[in-house]
Nanobody, 119 residues
Framework: QVQLVESGGGLVQPGGSLRLSCVAS????????MGWYRQAPGLQRELVAH???????NYADSVKGRFTISRDNAKKMVYLQMNSLKPEDTAVYYC?????????????WGQGTQVTVSS
């Protein structure tokens, strides 16, 4: 059973930084693309960053140059370093896989971690 647990969120001022962490159980982690999603009130869930099994990162335009995704396959961890945070980054952040084939699906969603950017 795959379990995802996110942590590291909090309240920061605009321009501040946070580092989110996600730990994944199960043995399939290392072969999957992993991503960070966020969902703000009234908005659809958005994939903000993802990283391939070998470490190739990709970012949504809204976070390019500010966020850095990384992973540690040995520890089954995914990280999101968030710098230069903006109020519009406020959301609940989740980690999960990014399904790439019809045989793949999301893992069960974790609880997420709240990121609030406000003065």
């Amino acid at each position: 059973q795959v379990q995802l647990v996110e942590s590291g969120g909090g309240l920061v001022q605009p321009g501040g930084s946070l580092r989110l962490s996600c730990v994944a159980s199960g043995s399939i982690f290392s072969s999957r693309i992993m991503g960070w999603y966020r969902q703000a009130p009234g908005l659809q869930r958005e994939l903000v960053a993802h990283i391939g099994s070998s470490g190739r990162p990709n970012y949504a335009d809204s976070v390019k140059g500010r966020f850095t995704i990384s992973r540690d396959n040995a520890k089954k961890m995914v990280y999101l370093q968030m710098n230069s945070l903006k109020p519009e980054d406020t959301a609940v952040y989740y980690c999960n896989t990014v399904p790439m084939t019809v045989e793949q699906d999301f893992f069960p969603w974790g609880q997420g971690t709240q990121v609030t950017v406000s003065s």
